[in-house]
């Protein structure tokens, strides 16, 4: 189907639920994509930039609601690589389910560790609870990130 951009854009959300569900082609990473022009675009970029004009230089485009599929523009904001990092909620390596805590098979207690700048900060010993060493995380990834609203709202 070949029209402008925003045509065409715009005939493959879903815009049924909170999230506006990019129904079209999806990249390996989970990202929408759209062609236009000979080139691929990445359907949250296009969806940023069709309601704020363009992406500032240095700045990538962070999904608030941390659904790589949703091109809703509420949802979606401009931050440093740095800021959408902080604020991902992964808990890669983390077999307690909780960024940033780790189980001391030795003891039988947890370990509080937050990454910031790629360097480890390791928090005040071992912790009794996996609660305790969650409270320690989330604190201190308060004080060291600035673009942490996944922490800040379950604070």
């Known amino acids: ?4 951009l925003e045509e065409r854009f715009a005939a493959k959300i879903d815009k049924s639920g909170e999230c506006w569900e990019w129904t079209a082609s999806i990249n390996g990473a989970g990202y929408g994509q759209i062609g236009n022009q000979g080139t691929v675009l990445l359907a949250h970029r296009v969806a940023y930039e069709l309601e704020n004009g363009p992406i500032p230089d240095g700045l990538v485009i962070d999904h608030i609601c941390r659904r790589r599929s949703c091109v809703r523009p509420s949802h979606l904001r401009a931050v440093t690589q740095k800021q959408n990092a902080e604020n991902a909620p ?3 390596g983390s077999t307690t389910g909780i960024r940033g805590v780790y189980p001391v098979t030795k ?3 947890f370990a509080a560790i937050v990454i910031h700048n790629r360097e480890r900060h390791y928090i ?6 996996v609660a305790e060493a969650e409270a320690a995380v989330i604190a201190k990834r308060n004080e060291l990130h600035t673009c942490n609203e996944l922490d800040r709202i379950s604070a």
């Open 107 to 109: 003891s039988g207690k």
């Open 1 to 4: 189907m070949k029209g402008p």
């Open 124 to 129: 005040g010993g071992h912790f009794a609870t």
């Open 90 to 92: 992964s808990v890669t």
